[in-house]
C-alpha cells in the first residue's frame, strides 16, 4: 500500500494553467501505471490520464493535447500539467496508483472559473 498526497489545486480563469502534484510516501518505481482521475459534481469519477513506466500515456479525449501527465521516479512524485483550461475541467482531481482497485489520493480542488 501507498499514500499519495495532491497538491496544487486552486482558482484559475479560463485559459489558465495549474500544475498538480502527487506525491507518494514510498518509491513509485515498481508501480506500473500511475493516474489522474476527476469527478465533477453530479458526474461519475473517470479518468483523466495514465502513465505507464516505460513512459507510455493516455488521455481522456476532453483533455488530450491540453494536459500531460509525467511521472519522477526519483522524486516519488507524479504531475499533470494542465494547460487552455476551460470551466469543464472544475472537478476534484485524485492520485490513483496501480489502476482503480488501488491506491488513492484525498484529492485537489481544481475550479475553472472567471
Known amino acids: 500500500q501507498v499514500q499519495l498526497v495532491e497538491s496544487g489545486g486552486g482558482l484559475v480563469q479560463p485559459g489558465g494553467s495549474l500544475r498538480l502534484s502527487c506525491a507518494a510516501s514510498?518509491?513509485?518505481?515498481?508501480?506500473?501505471?500511475m493516474a489522474w482521475y476527476r469527478q465533477a459534481p453530479g458526474k461519475q469519477r473517470e479518468l483523466v490520464a495514465r502513465i505507464f513506466s516505460g513512459g507510455t500515456t493516455i488521455y481522456a479525449d476532453s483533455v488530450k493535447g491540453r494536459f500531460t501527465i509525467s511521472r519522477d521516479n526519483t522524486k516519488n512524485t507524479v504531475y499533470l500539467q494542465m494547460n487552455s483550461l476551460k470551466p469543464e475541467d472544475t472537478a476534484v482531481y485524485y492520485c490513483?496508483?496501480?489502476?482503480?482497485?488501488?491506491?488513492w489520493g484525498q484529492g485537489t480542488q481544481v475550479t475553472v472559473s472567471s
Open positions: 490513483n496508483a496501480g489502476y482503480s482497485s488501488g491506491s
Open positions: 514510498r518509491s513509485i518505481f515498481s508501480i506500473n501505471a
